[in-house]
């Protein structure tokens, strides 16, 4: 973890805490909690320094001092020291978050143990920081969890009001308006009646960045929650982000998904670069995620008056179609129109196309998942991956039909074959089709005893000992590449082809000499070796002597 940074505990609210009004308003408290009483004197005055607009800070010397604190006041805030005696920061912290699961823990500590950070992480703290730890990183930290805090009450305040005043009119504004930027119609009304309904100023007076968010992965129960509260709560986060830039949105949900769309507008004279913008964007992003527990993706787009939006907000419904990898950061302009090259791939199906010939599925699936992650850098647009995986269909059915294997054989239950033909949406769906794909593969043709190849291929050896034989040559026989087959002829023998080779020419070579007059030349052009002098080398290696010594020694046997 690196320093001064960790995970957030909450969450969105949870059915416990509903119960549990918390005024966003109400002013939080504080409790610093170390043994050392010169930190504890430091870290209290650099607070106080501060001005946080704190109602309370205290400080405890013990874990017990710090719960003794807790029956009188109740703290929203901990600063706790990790090496204590009698009860350490992590089991006193796991005792405070277990009785008040919405505050926040942050340790300061000196020691900068692995240990500890683990610990840390794995209980959820809200940070964790060095000590000793400058007044502005403190600050930094502190005011982060004070904004956590707040955009929490709020939520909870939300969820327990129910607030459902000025939705249905807002509903069927965002619905038409939605319509308009997808490009669905090019009735202009809905979206500059929204605008109005949002917009305390003249709308020619501000400037408008469409911004599509994909959200890739979020709690179950969110989806459940309904549009107005859940309207209001990305909103809720979205006014905490951008407030100090005095730049607003407008939130609009897509009916049945749990994607949306948003405006953000600021007066034309601020003139913020959008790489501002997009800072803030990234870090409404990951408050989202700490918050909601929610993932996504962003796609900004560029600043615009109100009748260009649909321009600018167009791409970057193409541009979430083609993150087919999923990825979850914020997208610009730039790289929404970006393409993902030619369909260099095709260089490729010859390779893949021999990997399946040579049942070397898991190979096969590897090539194509690594050719898409690496060659492109996981810049695989959407038009590029659906071409893809018409040629990978194209290779499979064409094996599949070689192989008099039914297509109902491969596409079942848990991978039907529409499913399939829509897996190249994303890169995640296509490649749990590919693992499945070639798993019922090798189910099927991989379990084929092997040894048939490796005797057909040993047989092909002896028949042409007389012969210069090549590894690649045998391979070509065999139907396979040179790597796969000697690494299956090792597997099954213990050799590789070259060693089996050698070994046959000089068992043969062996024989004729032992049992016959033939003159050492002859022999070795009757075991495929033009050259005599190589004959005699690769003989002694093997056998420790000479042709000439060897016929000697098998004559010397036969007299005795």
């Not at 020619?204 to 989806?223: N, R």
């Not at 607003?248 to 913008?277: C, G, H, P, Q």
């Not at 999923?326 to 993902?340: I, T």
């Not at 004959?535 to 010397?556: D, I, V």
Request: overall charge negative; aromatic content about 10%; hydrophobic content about 40%.
């Amino acid at each position: 973890m690196e320093k001064g940074r960790g995970s957030i505990s909450i969450i969105v609210p949870q059915e416990g805490l509903l119960r549990r009004y918390c005024c966003p308003g109400k002013k939080m408290n504080i409790l610093i909690i170390d043994d050392e009483k010169t930190i504890l004197k430091t870290v209290y005055s650099q607070l106080m320094e501060m001005e946080l607009g704190m109602e309370r800070i205290d400080t405890a010397d013990s874990a017990g001092e710090a719960k003794e604190c807790m029956k009188k006041y109740h703290y929203d805030i901990f600063l706790c020291d990790i090496v204590m005696p009698e009860m350490d920061g992590i089991t006193f912290a796991k005792w405070v978050l277990e009785e008040h699961s919405d505050v926040k823990i942050i340790f300061l500590t000196a020691y900068a143990d692995v240990k500890y950070m683990k610990e840390a992480i794995s209980m959820q703290s809200f940070d964790y920081v060095l000590q000793p730890v400058s007044t502005e990183e403190l600050k930094s930290v502190v005011e982060r969890a004070v904004s956590q805090i707040k955009i929490e009450r709020k939520n909870l305040e939300l969820m327990n009001k129910g607030a459902f005043f000025q939705t249905y009119e807002e509903n069927i504004l965002e619905v038409g308006a939605l319509q308009y930027l997808e490009g669905r119609n090019t009735d202009d009304s809905y979206i500059r009646r929204l605008i109005s309904y949002h917009n305390i100023n003249n709308a020619g007076e501000s400037v408008y960045l469409p911004v599509l968010i994909q959200v890739l992965k979020t709690q179950k129960h969110l989806e459940k929650i309904e549009k107005p509260i859940l309207r209001l709560i990305y909103q809720n986060i979205l006014d905490e982000v951008f407030q100090e830039l005095g730049v607003y949105s407008i939130v609009m949900l897509e009916e049945n998904s749990t994607d949306f769309a948003m405006l953000l507008y600021w007066k034309r004279e601020l003139a913020y670069e959008r790489e501002v913008i997009a800072d803030k964007l990234e870090s409404f992003r990951i408050l989202s995620f700490r918050v909601l527990l929610t993932t996504m993706a962003i796609y900004c787009g560029n600043v615009c008056g109100p009748a260009e939006l649909p321009k600018y907000s167009l791409p970057l419904f193409q541009a979430q179609r083609d993150n087919v990898r999923q990825e979850s950061r914020v997208f610009l302009p730039r790289e929404n129109e970006k393409e993902a090259g030619s369909n260099s791939y095709k260089l490729q199906l010859n390779i893949w196309k021999k990997l399946l010939e040579q049942e070397q599925f898991q190979d096969f699936r590897d090539s194509i998942l690594s050719y898409i992650s690496n060659d492109y850098r996981g810049r695989m647009n959407a038009s590029g991956m659906m071409n893809l995986h018409q040629s990978i269909t194209q290779l499979l059915l064409a094996y599949l039909v070689n192989h008099q294997i039914g297509s109902d054989v491969i596409f079942d239950e848990e991978l039907p074959y529409l499913t399939y033909m829509n897996a190249w949406q994303r890169y995640d769906l296509f490649e749990k089709a590919m693992t499945h794909i070639t798993e019922k593969l090798q189910k099927l043709i991989g379990s084929k005893d092997t040894r048939d190849v490796v005797q057909e291929t040993i047989k092909y050896i002896r028949q042409h000992l007389d012969s210069d034989v090549s590894v690649s040559e045998i391979a070509e026989f065999a139907g396979m590449n040179p790597e796969y087959l000697t690494k299956l002829f090792k597997k099954n023998t213990g050799y590789t082809l070259k060693e089996y080779i050698v070994n046959e020419k000089m068992e043969s070579a062996k024989m004729l000499l032992a049992t016959t007059t033939l003159p050492v030349t002859l022999i070795s052009s009757h075991v495929g070796y033009g050259n005599y002098s190589n004959f005699t080398r690769s003989f002694k290696q093997l056998t420790g002597c000479t042709p000439m010594e060897y016929r000697k020694s098998a004559a010397n046997q036969k007299m005795q």
